[in-house]
């Protein structure tokens, strides 16, 4: 065995003596620092907690158990901040809202009926309280009725039945509406500013009409309502709105006065749409079934002689339409249409004027076809005389002298003559052939 390799043993030997010694050490220390966490773990179970983070682990504690985040948190508790003014203030609110409506019970009595409307307008504004507003709505419109100032009453009125319809007396206030309609219909108009009360508000019967409506359309007077919106209508150039108004009073209101008045204005509106240009006879058509509808409904109608008048004239406008359809389609080269046209103005409206020709050109195209004679008598329209009254004669002067003239310019005139003819038609030379003569 050689030096060389004995001194290498030694080394690994040495080597491994140090390394062990460095173990054992390493493991001493790592056992020290362990001593120290584990007696950590076990006293808190005896330790107190510091004072000062008690609030916040129970506030934890609450939010982990209301399964909020933090952020949600702040945003409640900023919401509940909020809430609590706002009631402060709807406090206070209510409380000026009070003394503005007694305020305003103080205007009223003492006649001031437009400044204690607006006051309590300006309750119904600040109070929050439902029965208050209702109130405040409620005396407002009583004081713009004492004011003659129908149509902001209606605007309040309005509001009670679309906000506090359980508070009010829903029949009472639509009756009240149509009363305002009504008004608006006689000439009412409510005046802009007190101290220039000549200058006057827009018309707004169409509008109260209309909402009225809207809220009881089956009222007590609905119907001459509707019958009234469809002549405004119509008077406007609305014949589409008169149309339906009319014809709702007809459907709703049957067997009433207002559904006798409907029909003659339904009859006038397709009239008068007839007239201003039918080419398909639509309009037409529709005023001769209402017309004859009308005359056998109401046979002995006082308007029986305006019916007849009008089923005339749209006659007239029926032959007109076809007669020159025949002409064009004769100019055309289509005398099959032609012939057609004419046989049906000679058959259906031979007492037209235009009739004659009619029949003449017919006789131009069909040589088998005969015109009569323009002599020949035809059916004469529908022809009405007036009764015709006089005047009642009175016992009494018929000009009296003004007193501050002494007689100088104009003396009494009595009536002398008693029995003095006033039948117009008679002449004045036959009247002056007789000792009644005047």
């Not at 966490?37 to 907690?49: I, V």
Request: hydrophobic share 35%.
């Amino acid at each position: 065995m050689s030096f060389s390799f004995v001194r290498t043993r030694l080394l690994v030997c040495l080597v491994t003596v140090l390394s062990l010694g460095a173990f054992l050490a390493y493991a001493q220390d790592a056992e020290a620092e362990k001593e120290p966490a584990s007696s950590a773990e076990t006293k808190p179970e005896t330790a107190e907690p510091a004072p000062g983070n008690a609030a916040e682990t129970s506030a934890d504690e609450e939010l982990a158990s209301s399964g909020m985040t933090a952020d949600e948190a702040r945003d409640a508790e900023l919401e509940a901040k909020k809430e609590e003014e706002n009631a402060s203030l709807r406090a206070k609110n209510d409380a000026a809202a009070l003394a503005v409506f007694q305020k305003g019970l103080d205007l009223e009595r003492e006649g001031s009926y437009r400044k204690a409307a607006k006051r309590y307008l300006d309750a119904e504004l600040l109070t929050s309280d439902k029965t208050v507003k209702s109130n405040a709505l409620s005396n407002a419109a009583r004081a713009f009725r004492q004011a003659e100032l129908y149509g902001r009453e209606f605007d309040c009125i309005e509001r009670l039945i679309k906000e506090h319809m359980n508070r009010i007396d829903f029949t009472g206030a639509v009756n009240r509406e149509y009363e305002i309609a009504d008004a608006f219909y006689r000439g009412h108009r409510d005046a802009m500013f007190e101290w220039l009360p000549f200058i006057k508000d827009s018309d707004r019967f169409v509008e109260c009409s209309e909402r009225a409506l809207e809220n009881a359309p089956c009222a007590e007077s609905a119907g001459a309502v509707r019958l009234r919106l469809g002549g405004m209508y119509l008077s406007k150039q609305l014949p589409d709105k008169a149309i339906e108004k009319f014809k709702e009073v007809l459907q709703l209101h049957p067997g009433t006065d207002s559904a006798y008045y409907a029909e003659l204005g339904l009859a006038d509106v397709y009239c008068q749409l007839a007239e201003r240009g039918d080419g398909d006879a639509r309009w037409a058509t529709l005023a001769i079934e209402q017309l004859d509808h009308f005359s056998e409904t109401y046979p002995k109608a006082p308007e029986i002689q305006w019916v007849k008048e009008q089923r005339l004239a749209i006659d007239k406008i029926q032959a007109k339409r076809l007669h020159d359809l025949a002409k064009y389609h004769h100019r055309n080269g289509r005398d099959d249409l032609a012939e057609r046209y004419l046989s049906q103005v000679v058959q259906d409206y031979a007492e037209t004027e235009h009739a004659i020709p009619s029949e003449k050109l017919l006789a131009e195209i069909d040589e088998t076809y005969e015109a009569p004679p323009a002599s020949m008598p035809r059916k004469d329209p529908a022809h009405y005389d007036f009764a015709r009254s006089p005047i009642p004669l009175e016992d009494a002067d018929l000009l009296i002298a003004p007193e501050n003239s002494d007689g100088k310019w104009l003396l009494p005139i009595r009536d002398l003559k008693k029995d003095i003819k006033t039948d117009s038609r008679e002449s004045y030379e036959e009247r002056a052939g007789s000792d009644e003569a005047y």
